[in-house]
């Protein structure tokens, strides 16, 4: 395993070929803080160290994603490389866990109690009646992927206080035959309304069909305040371009338009996690661009420009760091806004 931006890749065995250490952010453990130029060591016996921790790996070789041969060895090493840019945006979040032990092509299972057998370093936090995982440090991102855990989905707020969501998220579903450029235009309709409220919103591909856009909060806001701001911003679009969004789930009103999904707005969804990989024919990530790269592809036409593999996202990291790395830290507050 690599870390960001070093390199190397894993062998043809899909054995991890170095090792990763990453930095887990404000809200994460002090271990694994050094940056993604460090690495941590594997061995022939599959025993791999990271951020100072000795977990086992297994099944390395076994084949996760059929149409492009890639690997669990590969998945784990993408993980570990990613770790310093991944945690803190997972620190302190309920994490629930997408488990595919056959690959993308077999049966997937989603799981939010955290595994009885963990080790003892991995923490957990109660909702209700589930103990959910934390991951705070990069050896949990590994640990897990090694689970076949291809997709983590976090909740919207951290831990002590589970009731108040860091962001605001719009998720960005087209019906077909729109697709993820249909996305793009309406998450500039988005960032335009927003920006008339004095609001930034950073943006990031699903992985899958479309766009998510994520409005920094980190201000004590509650979910009674947040959805349904979430929910005016989509009626108000909806009722602006009612050929381009729809804001409600009916499946018969959604086919050529975008559903503006506010209601990941509350305490028990979840929404895939910058840096995901995703169950996918191929390993695509969802991965955060920025408004000029939703606006050339507008312009260009070119839909697989808002689309990236596992190797695209660890170029991008080291060459141009954490894109959203602002909605950890930046403070806002929701303006009242009503649909006329």
Not at 289 to 310: K, N, P
Request: charge should be neutral; glycine fraction near 8%; aromatic fraction near 6%.
């Amino acid at each position: 395993m690599t870390p960001a931006g070093a390199g190397s890749r894993a062998g043809k065995t899909g054995k991890p070929s170095a090792t990763a250490e990453g930095g887990a952010g404000t809200a994460a453990s002090e271990r694994g803080r050094a940056g993604p130029s460090q690495a941590a060591k594997t061995a022939k016996s599959n025993r791999v160290e990271v951020g100072g921790r000795q977990l086992e790996v297994s099944n390395l070789e076994k084949v996760l994603w059929p149409a492009t041969g890639t690997t669990k060895g590969e998945m784990l090493s993408y993980y570990a490389r990613i770790s310093a840019v991944l945690v803190p945006h997972l620190a302190g979040r309920a994490i629930t866990l997408k488990r595919y032990p056959d690959g993308v092509d077999g049966t997937s299972f989603f799981e939010k109690n955290c595994p009885s057998y963990k080790p003892p370093w991995i923490h957990t936090v109660k909702m209700g009646e589930v103990n959910y995982c934390l991951v705070e440090e990069p050896a949990t991102v590994v640990w897990l992927a090694n689970l076949a855990a291809i997709e983590l989905h976090p909740t919207l707020a951290t831990k002590p206080d589970l009731g108040s969501p860091t962001s605001v998220v719009f998720d960005l579903d087209p019906g077909e035959p729109a697709d993820v450029m249909a996305c793009a235009r309406v998450s500039l309709l988005i960032r335009d309304l927003l920006a008339q409220l004095r609001l930034k919103a950073w943006a990031k591909t699903s992985g899958s069909k479309g766009l998510q856009l994520y409005v920094p909060l980190n201000s004590g806001a509650r979910y009674d305040g947040s959805a349904p701001f979430a929910k005016a911003v989509a009626q108000l679009l909806e009722k602006r371009h009612p050929d381009l969004v729809v804001s409600y789930q009916q499946r018969a009103a959604r086919a050529g338009k975008v559903l503006i999904d506010w209601s990941q707005n509350t305490e028990t969804k979840t929404t895939i996690s910058v840096y995901s990989l995703r169950a996918r024919p191929e390993p695509t990530v969802s991965t955060p661009v920025t408004w000029d790269e939703l606006e050339d592809a507008l312009s260009a036409g070119q839909a697989d420009r808002l689309r990236f593999e596992w190797k695209d996202v660890v170029d991008r990291v080291e060459r141009r760091g954490d894109l959203m790395a602002e909605v950890l830290t930046l403070e806002q507050e929701l303006p009242p806004l009503a649909v006329p």
